[in-house]
């Protein structure tokens, strides 16, 4: 196997002409004329017209500035209806914020009562003990490998049996 280094290197030398890259082409600017560039556009020519600076306020002359000055107006008119309708809903928001918050400051004065207070601390002791024994008997189940859908659905059931009753004593 012979490489391509190896078989270039027994070849011919170049000469240093040869081996220079080729010259760029060059560009012959005595033919060029002036009168290609006389037919462009000067910008500081008086040909150029500018805009005054109080061209919105003058009078409306044209069909033209009348449809623009009726799209803004119009635009106008949205953006405003847009904000009125955002205050309006912000409102009504904060309106229904106040009535949810007294209603739930009702009821927690509600519960401040002596009599409902004990009712509550009794709910939260049976909640707190059934949970713990039935999690407890659970758990026996589960280690001894005998918990099944029909034990789990025993023990939801004595526990909605529980919450019914305490619901209606509770009242």
Do not use: C
Not at 39 to 47: A, W
Not at 48 to 70: K, M, N
Not at 110 to 125: E, M, T
């Amino acid at each position: 196997a012979v490489s391509y280094a190896e078989i270039a290197s027994k070849g011919p030398k170049q000469t240093p002409e040869e081996a220079a890259a080729p010259q760029p082409p060059q560009i012959d600017v005595e033919g060029v004329s002036s009168d290609s560039t006389a037919s462009l556009i000067d910008v500081d020519t008086p040909s150029v017209r500018t805009v005054p600076s109080d061209f919105g306020e003058q009078d409306v002359q044209t069909g033209t500035q009348a449809a623009r000055i009726g799209r803004e107006q119009d635009a106008e008119a949205a953006a405003d209806k847009a904000r009125a309708e955002a205050d309006f809903a912000k409102k009504k928001a904060m309106r229904k914020a106040r009535q949810a918050d007294s209603w739930l400051t009702k009821q927690f004065e509600a519960l401040g009562d002596g009599g409902s207070s004990a009712v509550v601390a009794a709910n939260l002791v049976a909640l707190v003990g059934l949970s713990g024994w039935l999690g407890y008997k659970a758990w026996g189940l589960y280690d001894h490998g005998r918990l099944s859908w029909k034990h789990a659905g025993l023990g939801l059931a004595v526990f909605g049996a529980v919450g019914a009753f305490e619901g209606v004593l509770g009242r």
